[in-house]
């Protein structure tokens, strides 16, 4: 992918990677989208970490990608896109930097109401002594 695109642009693919030097890499390396085009998924913990970092999301409609990405914090694409429908999606986040802005704070957002995980222990810790106590 690199060998193709301008000197403008990169891809990183990174394949596995430990969350500390995941999180490192988006500490020091400014990003301007996270993409997924898997044709299945659950939920994917990789798009979580991307929007806890503030990154706008273009991702297929497939799996728990609907549950994390809408207009808010990214774009989603059908569940099998077009070359051209990636391509329109990656134009859009550059050619709008405001709305690309917003996706930007849509994603820390989505990630603060739904994956902030010290927010959900404690509500999971109150629910199991409501439980208890019932």
């Not at 497939?62 to 070359?83: D, F, H, M, T, Y």
Request: include cysteine.
């Amino acid at each position: 992918a690199n060998e193709t695109f301008p000197d403008n642009a990169r891809a990183y693919f990174h394949g596995y990677s430990t969350p500390a030097a995941l999180f490192e890499f988006y500490r020091t390396n400014p990003l301007d989208v996270f993409l997924n085009l898997s044709d299945t998924e659950g939920t994917p913990v990789s798009i979580m970490e991307a929007v806890s970092c503030a990154i706008p999301i273009i991702a297929t409609a497939v799996g728990g990608n609907v549950e994390i990405v809408s207009e808010r914090n990214g774009i989603l694409l059908n569940s099998n896109p077009a070359l051209e429908d990636i391509a329109a999606a990656l134009f859009f986040m550059i050619d709008r930097p405001a709305q690309a802005e917003e996706m930007r704070r849509g994603s820390r957002e989505v990630w603060k109401m739904k994956y902030d995980a010290d927010k959900n222990f404690r509500a999971f810790a109150e629910e199991l002594a409501f439980i208890r106590s019932s």
